[in-house]
């Protein structure tokens, strides 16, 4: 339940963020500066970075 109640907290922050910019910023950025660029927290960013990675094989 506590995971479900995370992932609905998040919604709002991945839907307002630019994944362009993520993705120039990836490269030249550790994930805590990803982190507070973006409002994420570091788990959401090596989320999305996994996330990234799969789809681009």
Do not use: C, P, T
């Amino acid at each position: 339940m506590r995971q479900n109640q995370k992932g609905l907290d998040g919604v709002s922050q991945w839907k307002q963020m630019s994944f362009h910019d993520f993705l120039s910023l990836e490269k030249s950025a550790n994930n805590i500066e990803l982190a507070q660029e973006f409002g994420l927290d570091l788990y959401q960013v090596n989320q999305l970075k996994k996330k990234i990675k799969r789809e681009n094989y």
